[in-house]
């Protein structure tokens, strides 16, 4: 069988976000520049100085640069997108810090067994096409004692509450109206509690310590 034969699988659900789709997300994101400072300082309270740090899925690394700029972490990011490595690495180059942004896929990370001692994975693991493989290759990567925060969206979120989301975000009326109907597509493909406790069942975590919020969820798995 020749090498174009050799079916390939598509590492995440949904559409590339590649080119100008991953331009206008790293544009639309950056407007978001004070939530990701309240999750960094929000991480950053479980961490050692020098702590290392994944961060799975960064897209153009808002958050992974907010880490940055509140201590000595080594910082590492990992990407499918070709696009957003090059904006993460470019962004973090402008901010004056030294991240790592490779390219990979999370279900198959390209790090030695017990390397990070903290990851975090921000609005990406409902996309990720073998999230249970994601989450097997977490523990893998994660020294002992260390731990992964998944924050993601929930699949029962209410609509009043992604309403309420969408308008918080003072974004404006037409933004706000974009941003809901967004959220009720990503809602589709989102998971339950239950179907994360589940996942975490058949890896080595055996079990999540799940925090909902309005929307979502803090997912923590502890090695
Ligand atoms: C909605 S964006 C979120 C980006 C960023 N975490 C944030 O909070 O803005 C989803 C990200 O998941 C990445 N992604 C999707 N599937 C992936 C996979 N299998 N492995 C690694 N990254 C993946 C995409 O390239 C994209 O950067």
């Known amino acids: ?8 699988k598509r590492a995440y659900k949904g559409a590339a976000m590649e080119g100008m789709l991953a331009t206008w997300y790293a544009r639309h ?9 309240a999750e960094a300082r929000r991480i950053v309270a479980h961490l050692l100085p020098r702590a290392r740090v994944l961060e799975v899925a960064p897209g ?3 958050l992974a640069v907010e880490l940055a700029k509140l201590g000595p972490y080594r910082i590492t990011g990992l990407d499918i997108s070709h696009s957003f490595v090059r904006i993460a690495s470019e962004h973090a180059a402008r901010s004056g810090f030294d991240i790592e942004f490779r390219r990979g896929d999370a279900a198959s990370m390209p790090f030695p067994d017990n390397t990070f001692d903290f990851i975090v994975c921000r609005a990406a693991f409902k996309n990720f ?5 994601a ?3 977490m523990h893998r990567v994660l020294n002992r004692d ?3 925060l998944i924050i993601d969206m929930r ?3 209410s609509n009043a509450s992604l309403k309420a989301a969408a308008d918080g975000a003072r974004l404006g009326t037409v933004a706000a109206l974009l941003t809901r109907l967004i959220f009720k597509q990503l809602r589709k493909r989102a998971y339950s509690s239950n179907d994360i406790q589940r996942m975490a069942a058949t890896t080595p975590f055996d079990t999540a310590d799940i925090r909902e919020t309005s929307i979502g969820f ?3 798995l502890r090695k």
């Open 60 to 62: 153009p690394g808002y």
């Open 29 to 37: 994101t950056a407007k978001l520049a004070a939530d990701f400072e």
């Open 146 to 148: 260390g731990a992964a």
């Open 218 to 220: 803090d997912i923590w």
């Open 129 to 133: 096409a073998d999230p249970i493989g």
């Open 155 to 157: 699949r029962d979120a």
């Open 135 to 137: 989450m097997a290759e």
């Open 1 to 8: 069988m020749g090498a174009s034969a050799v079916p390939i």
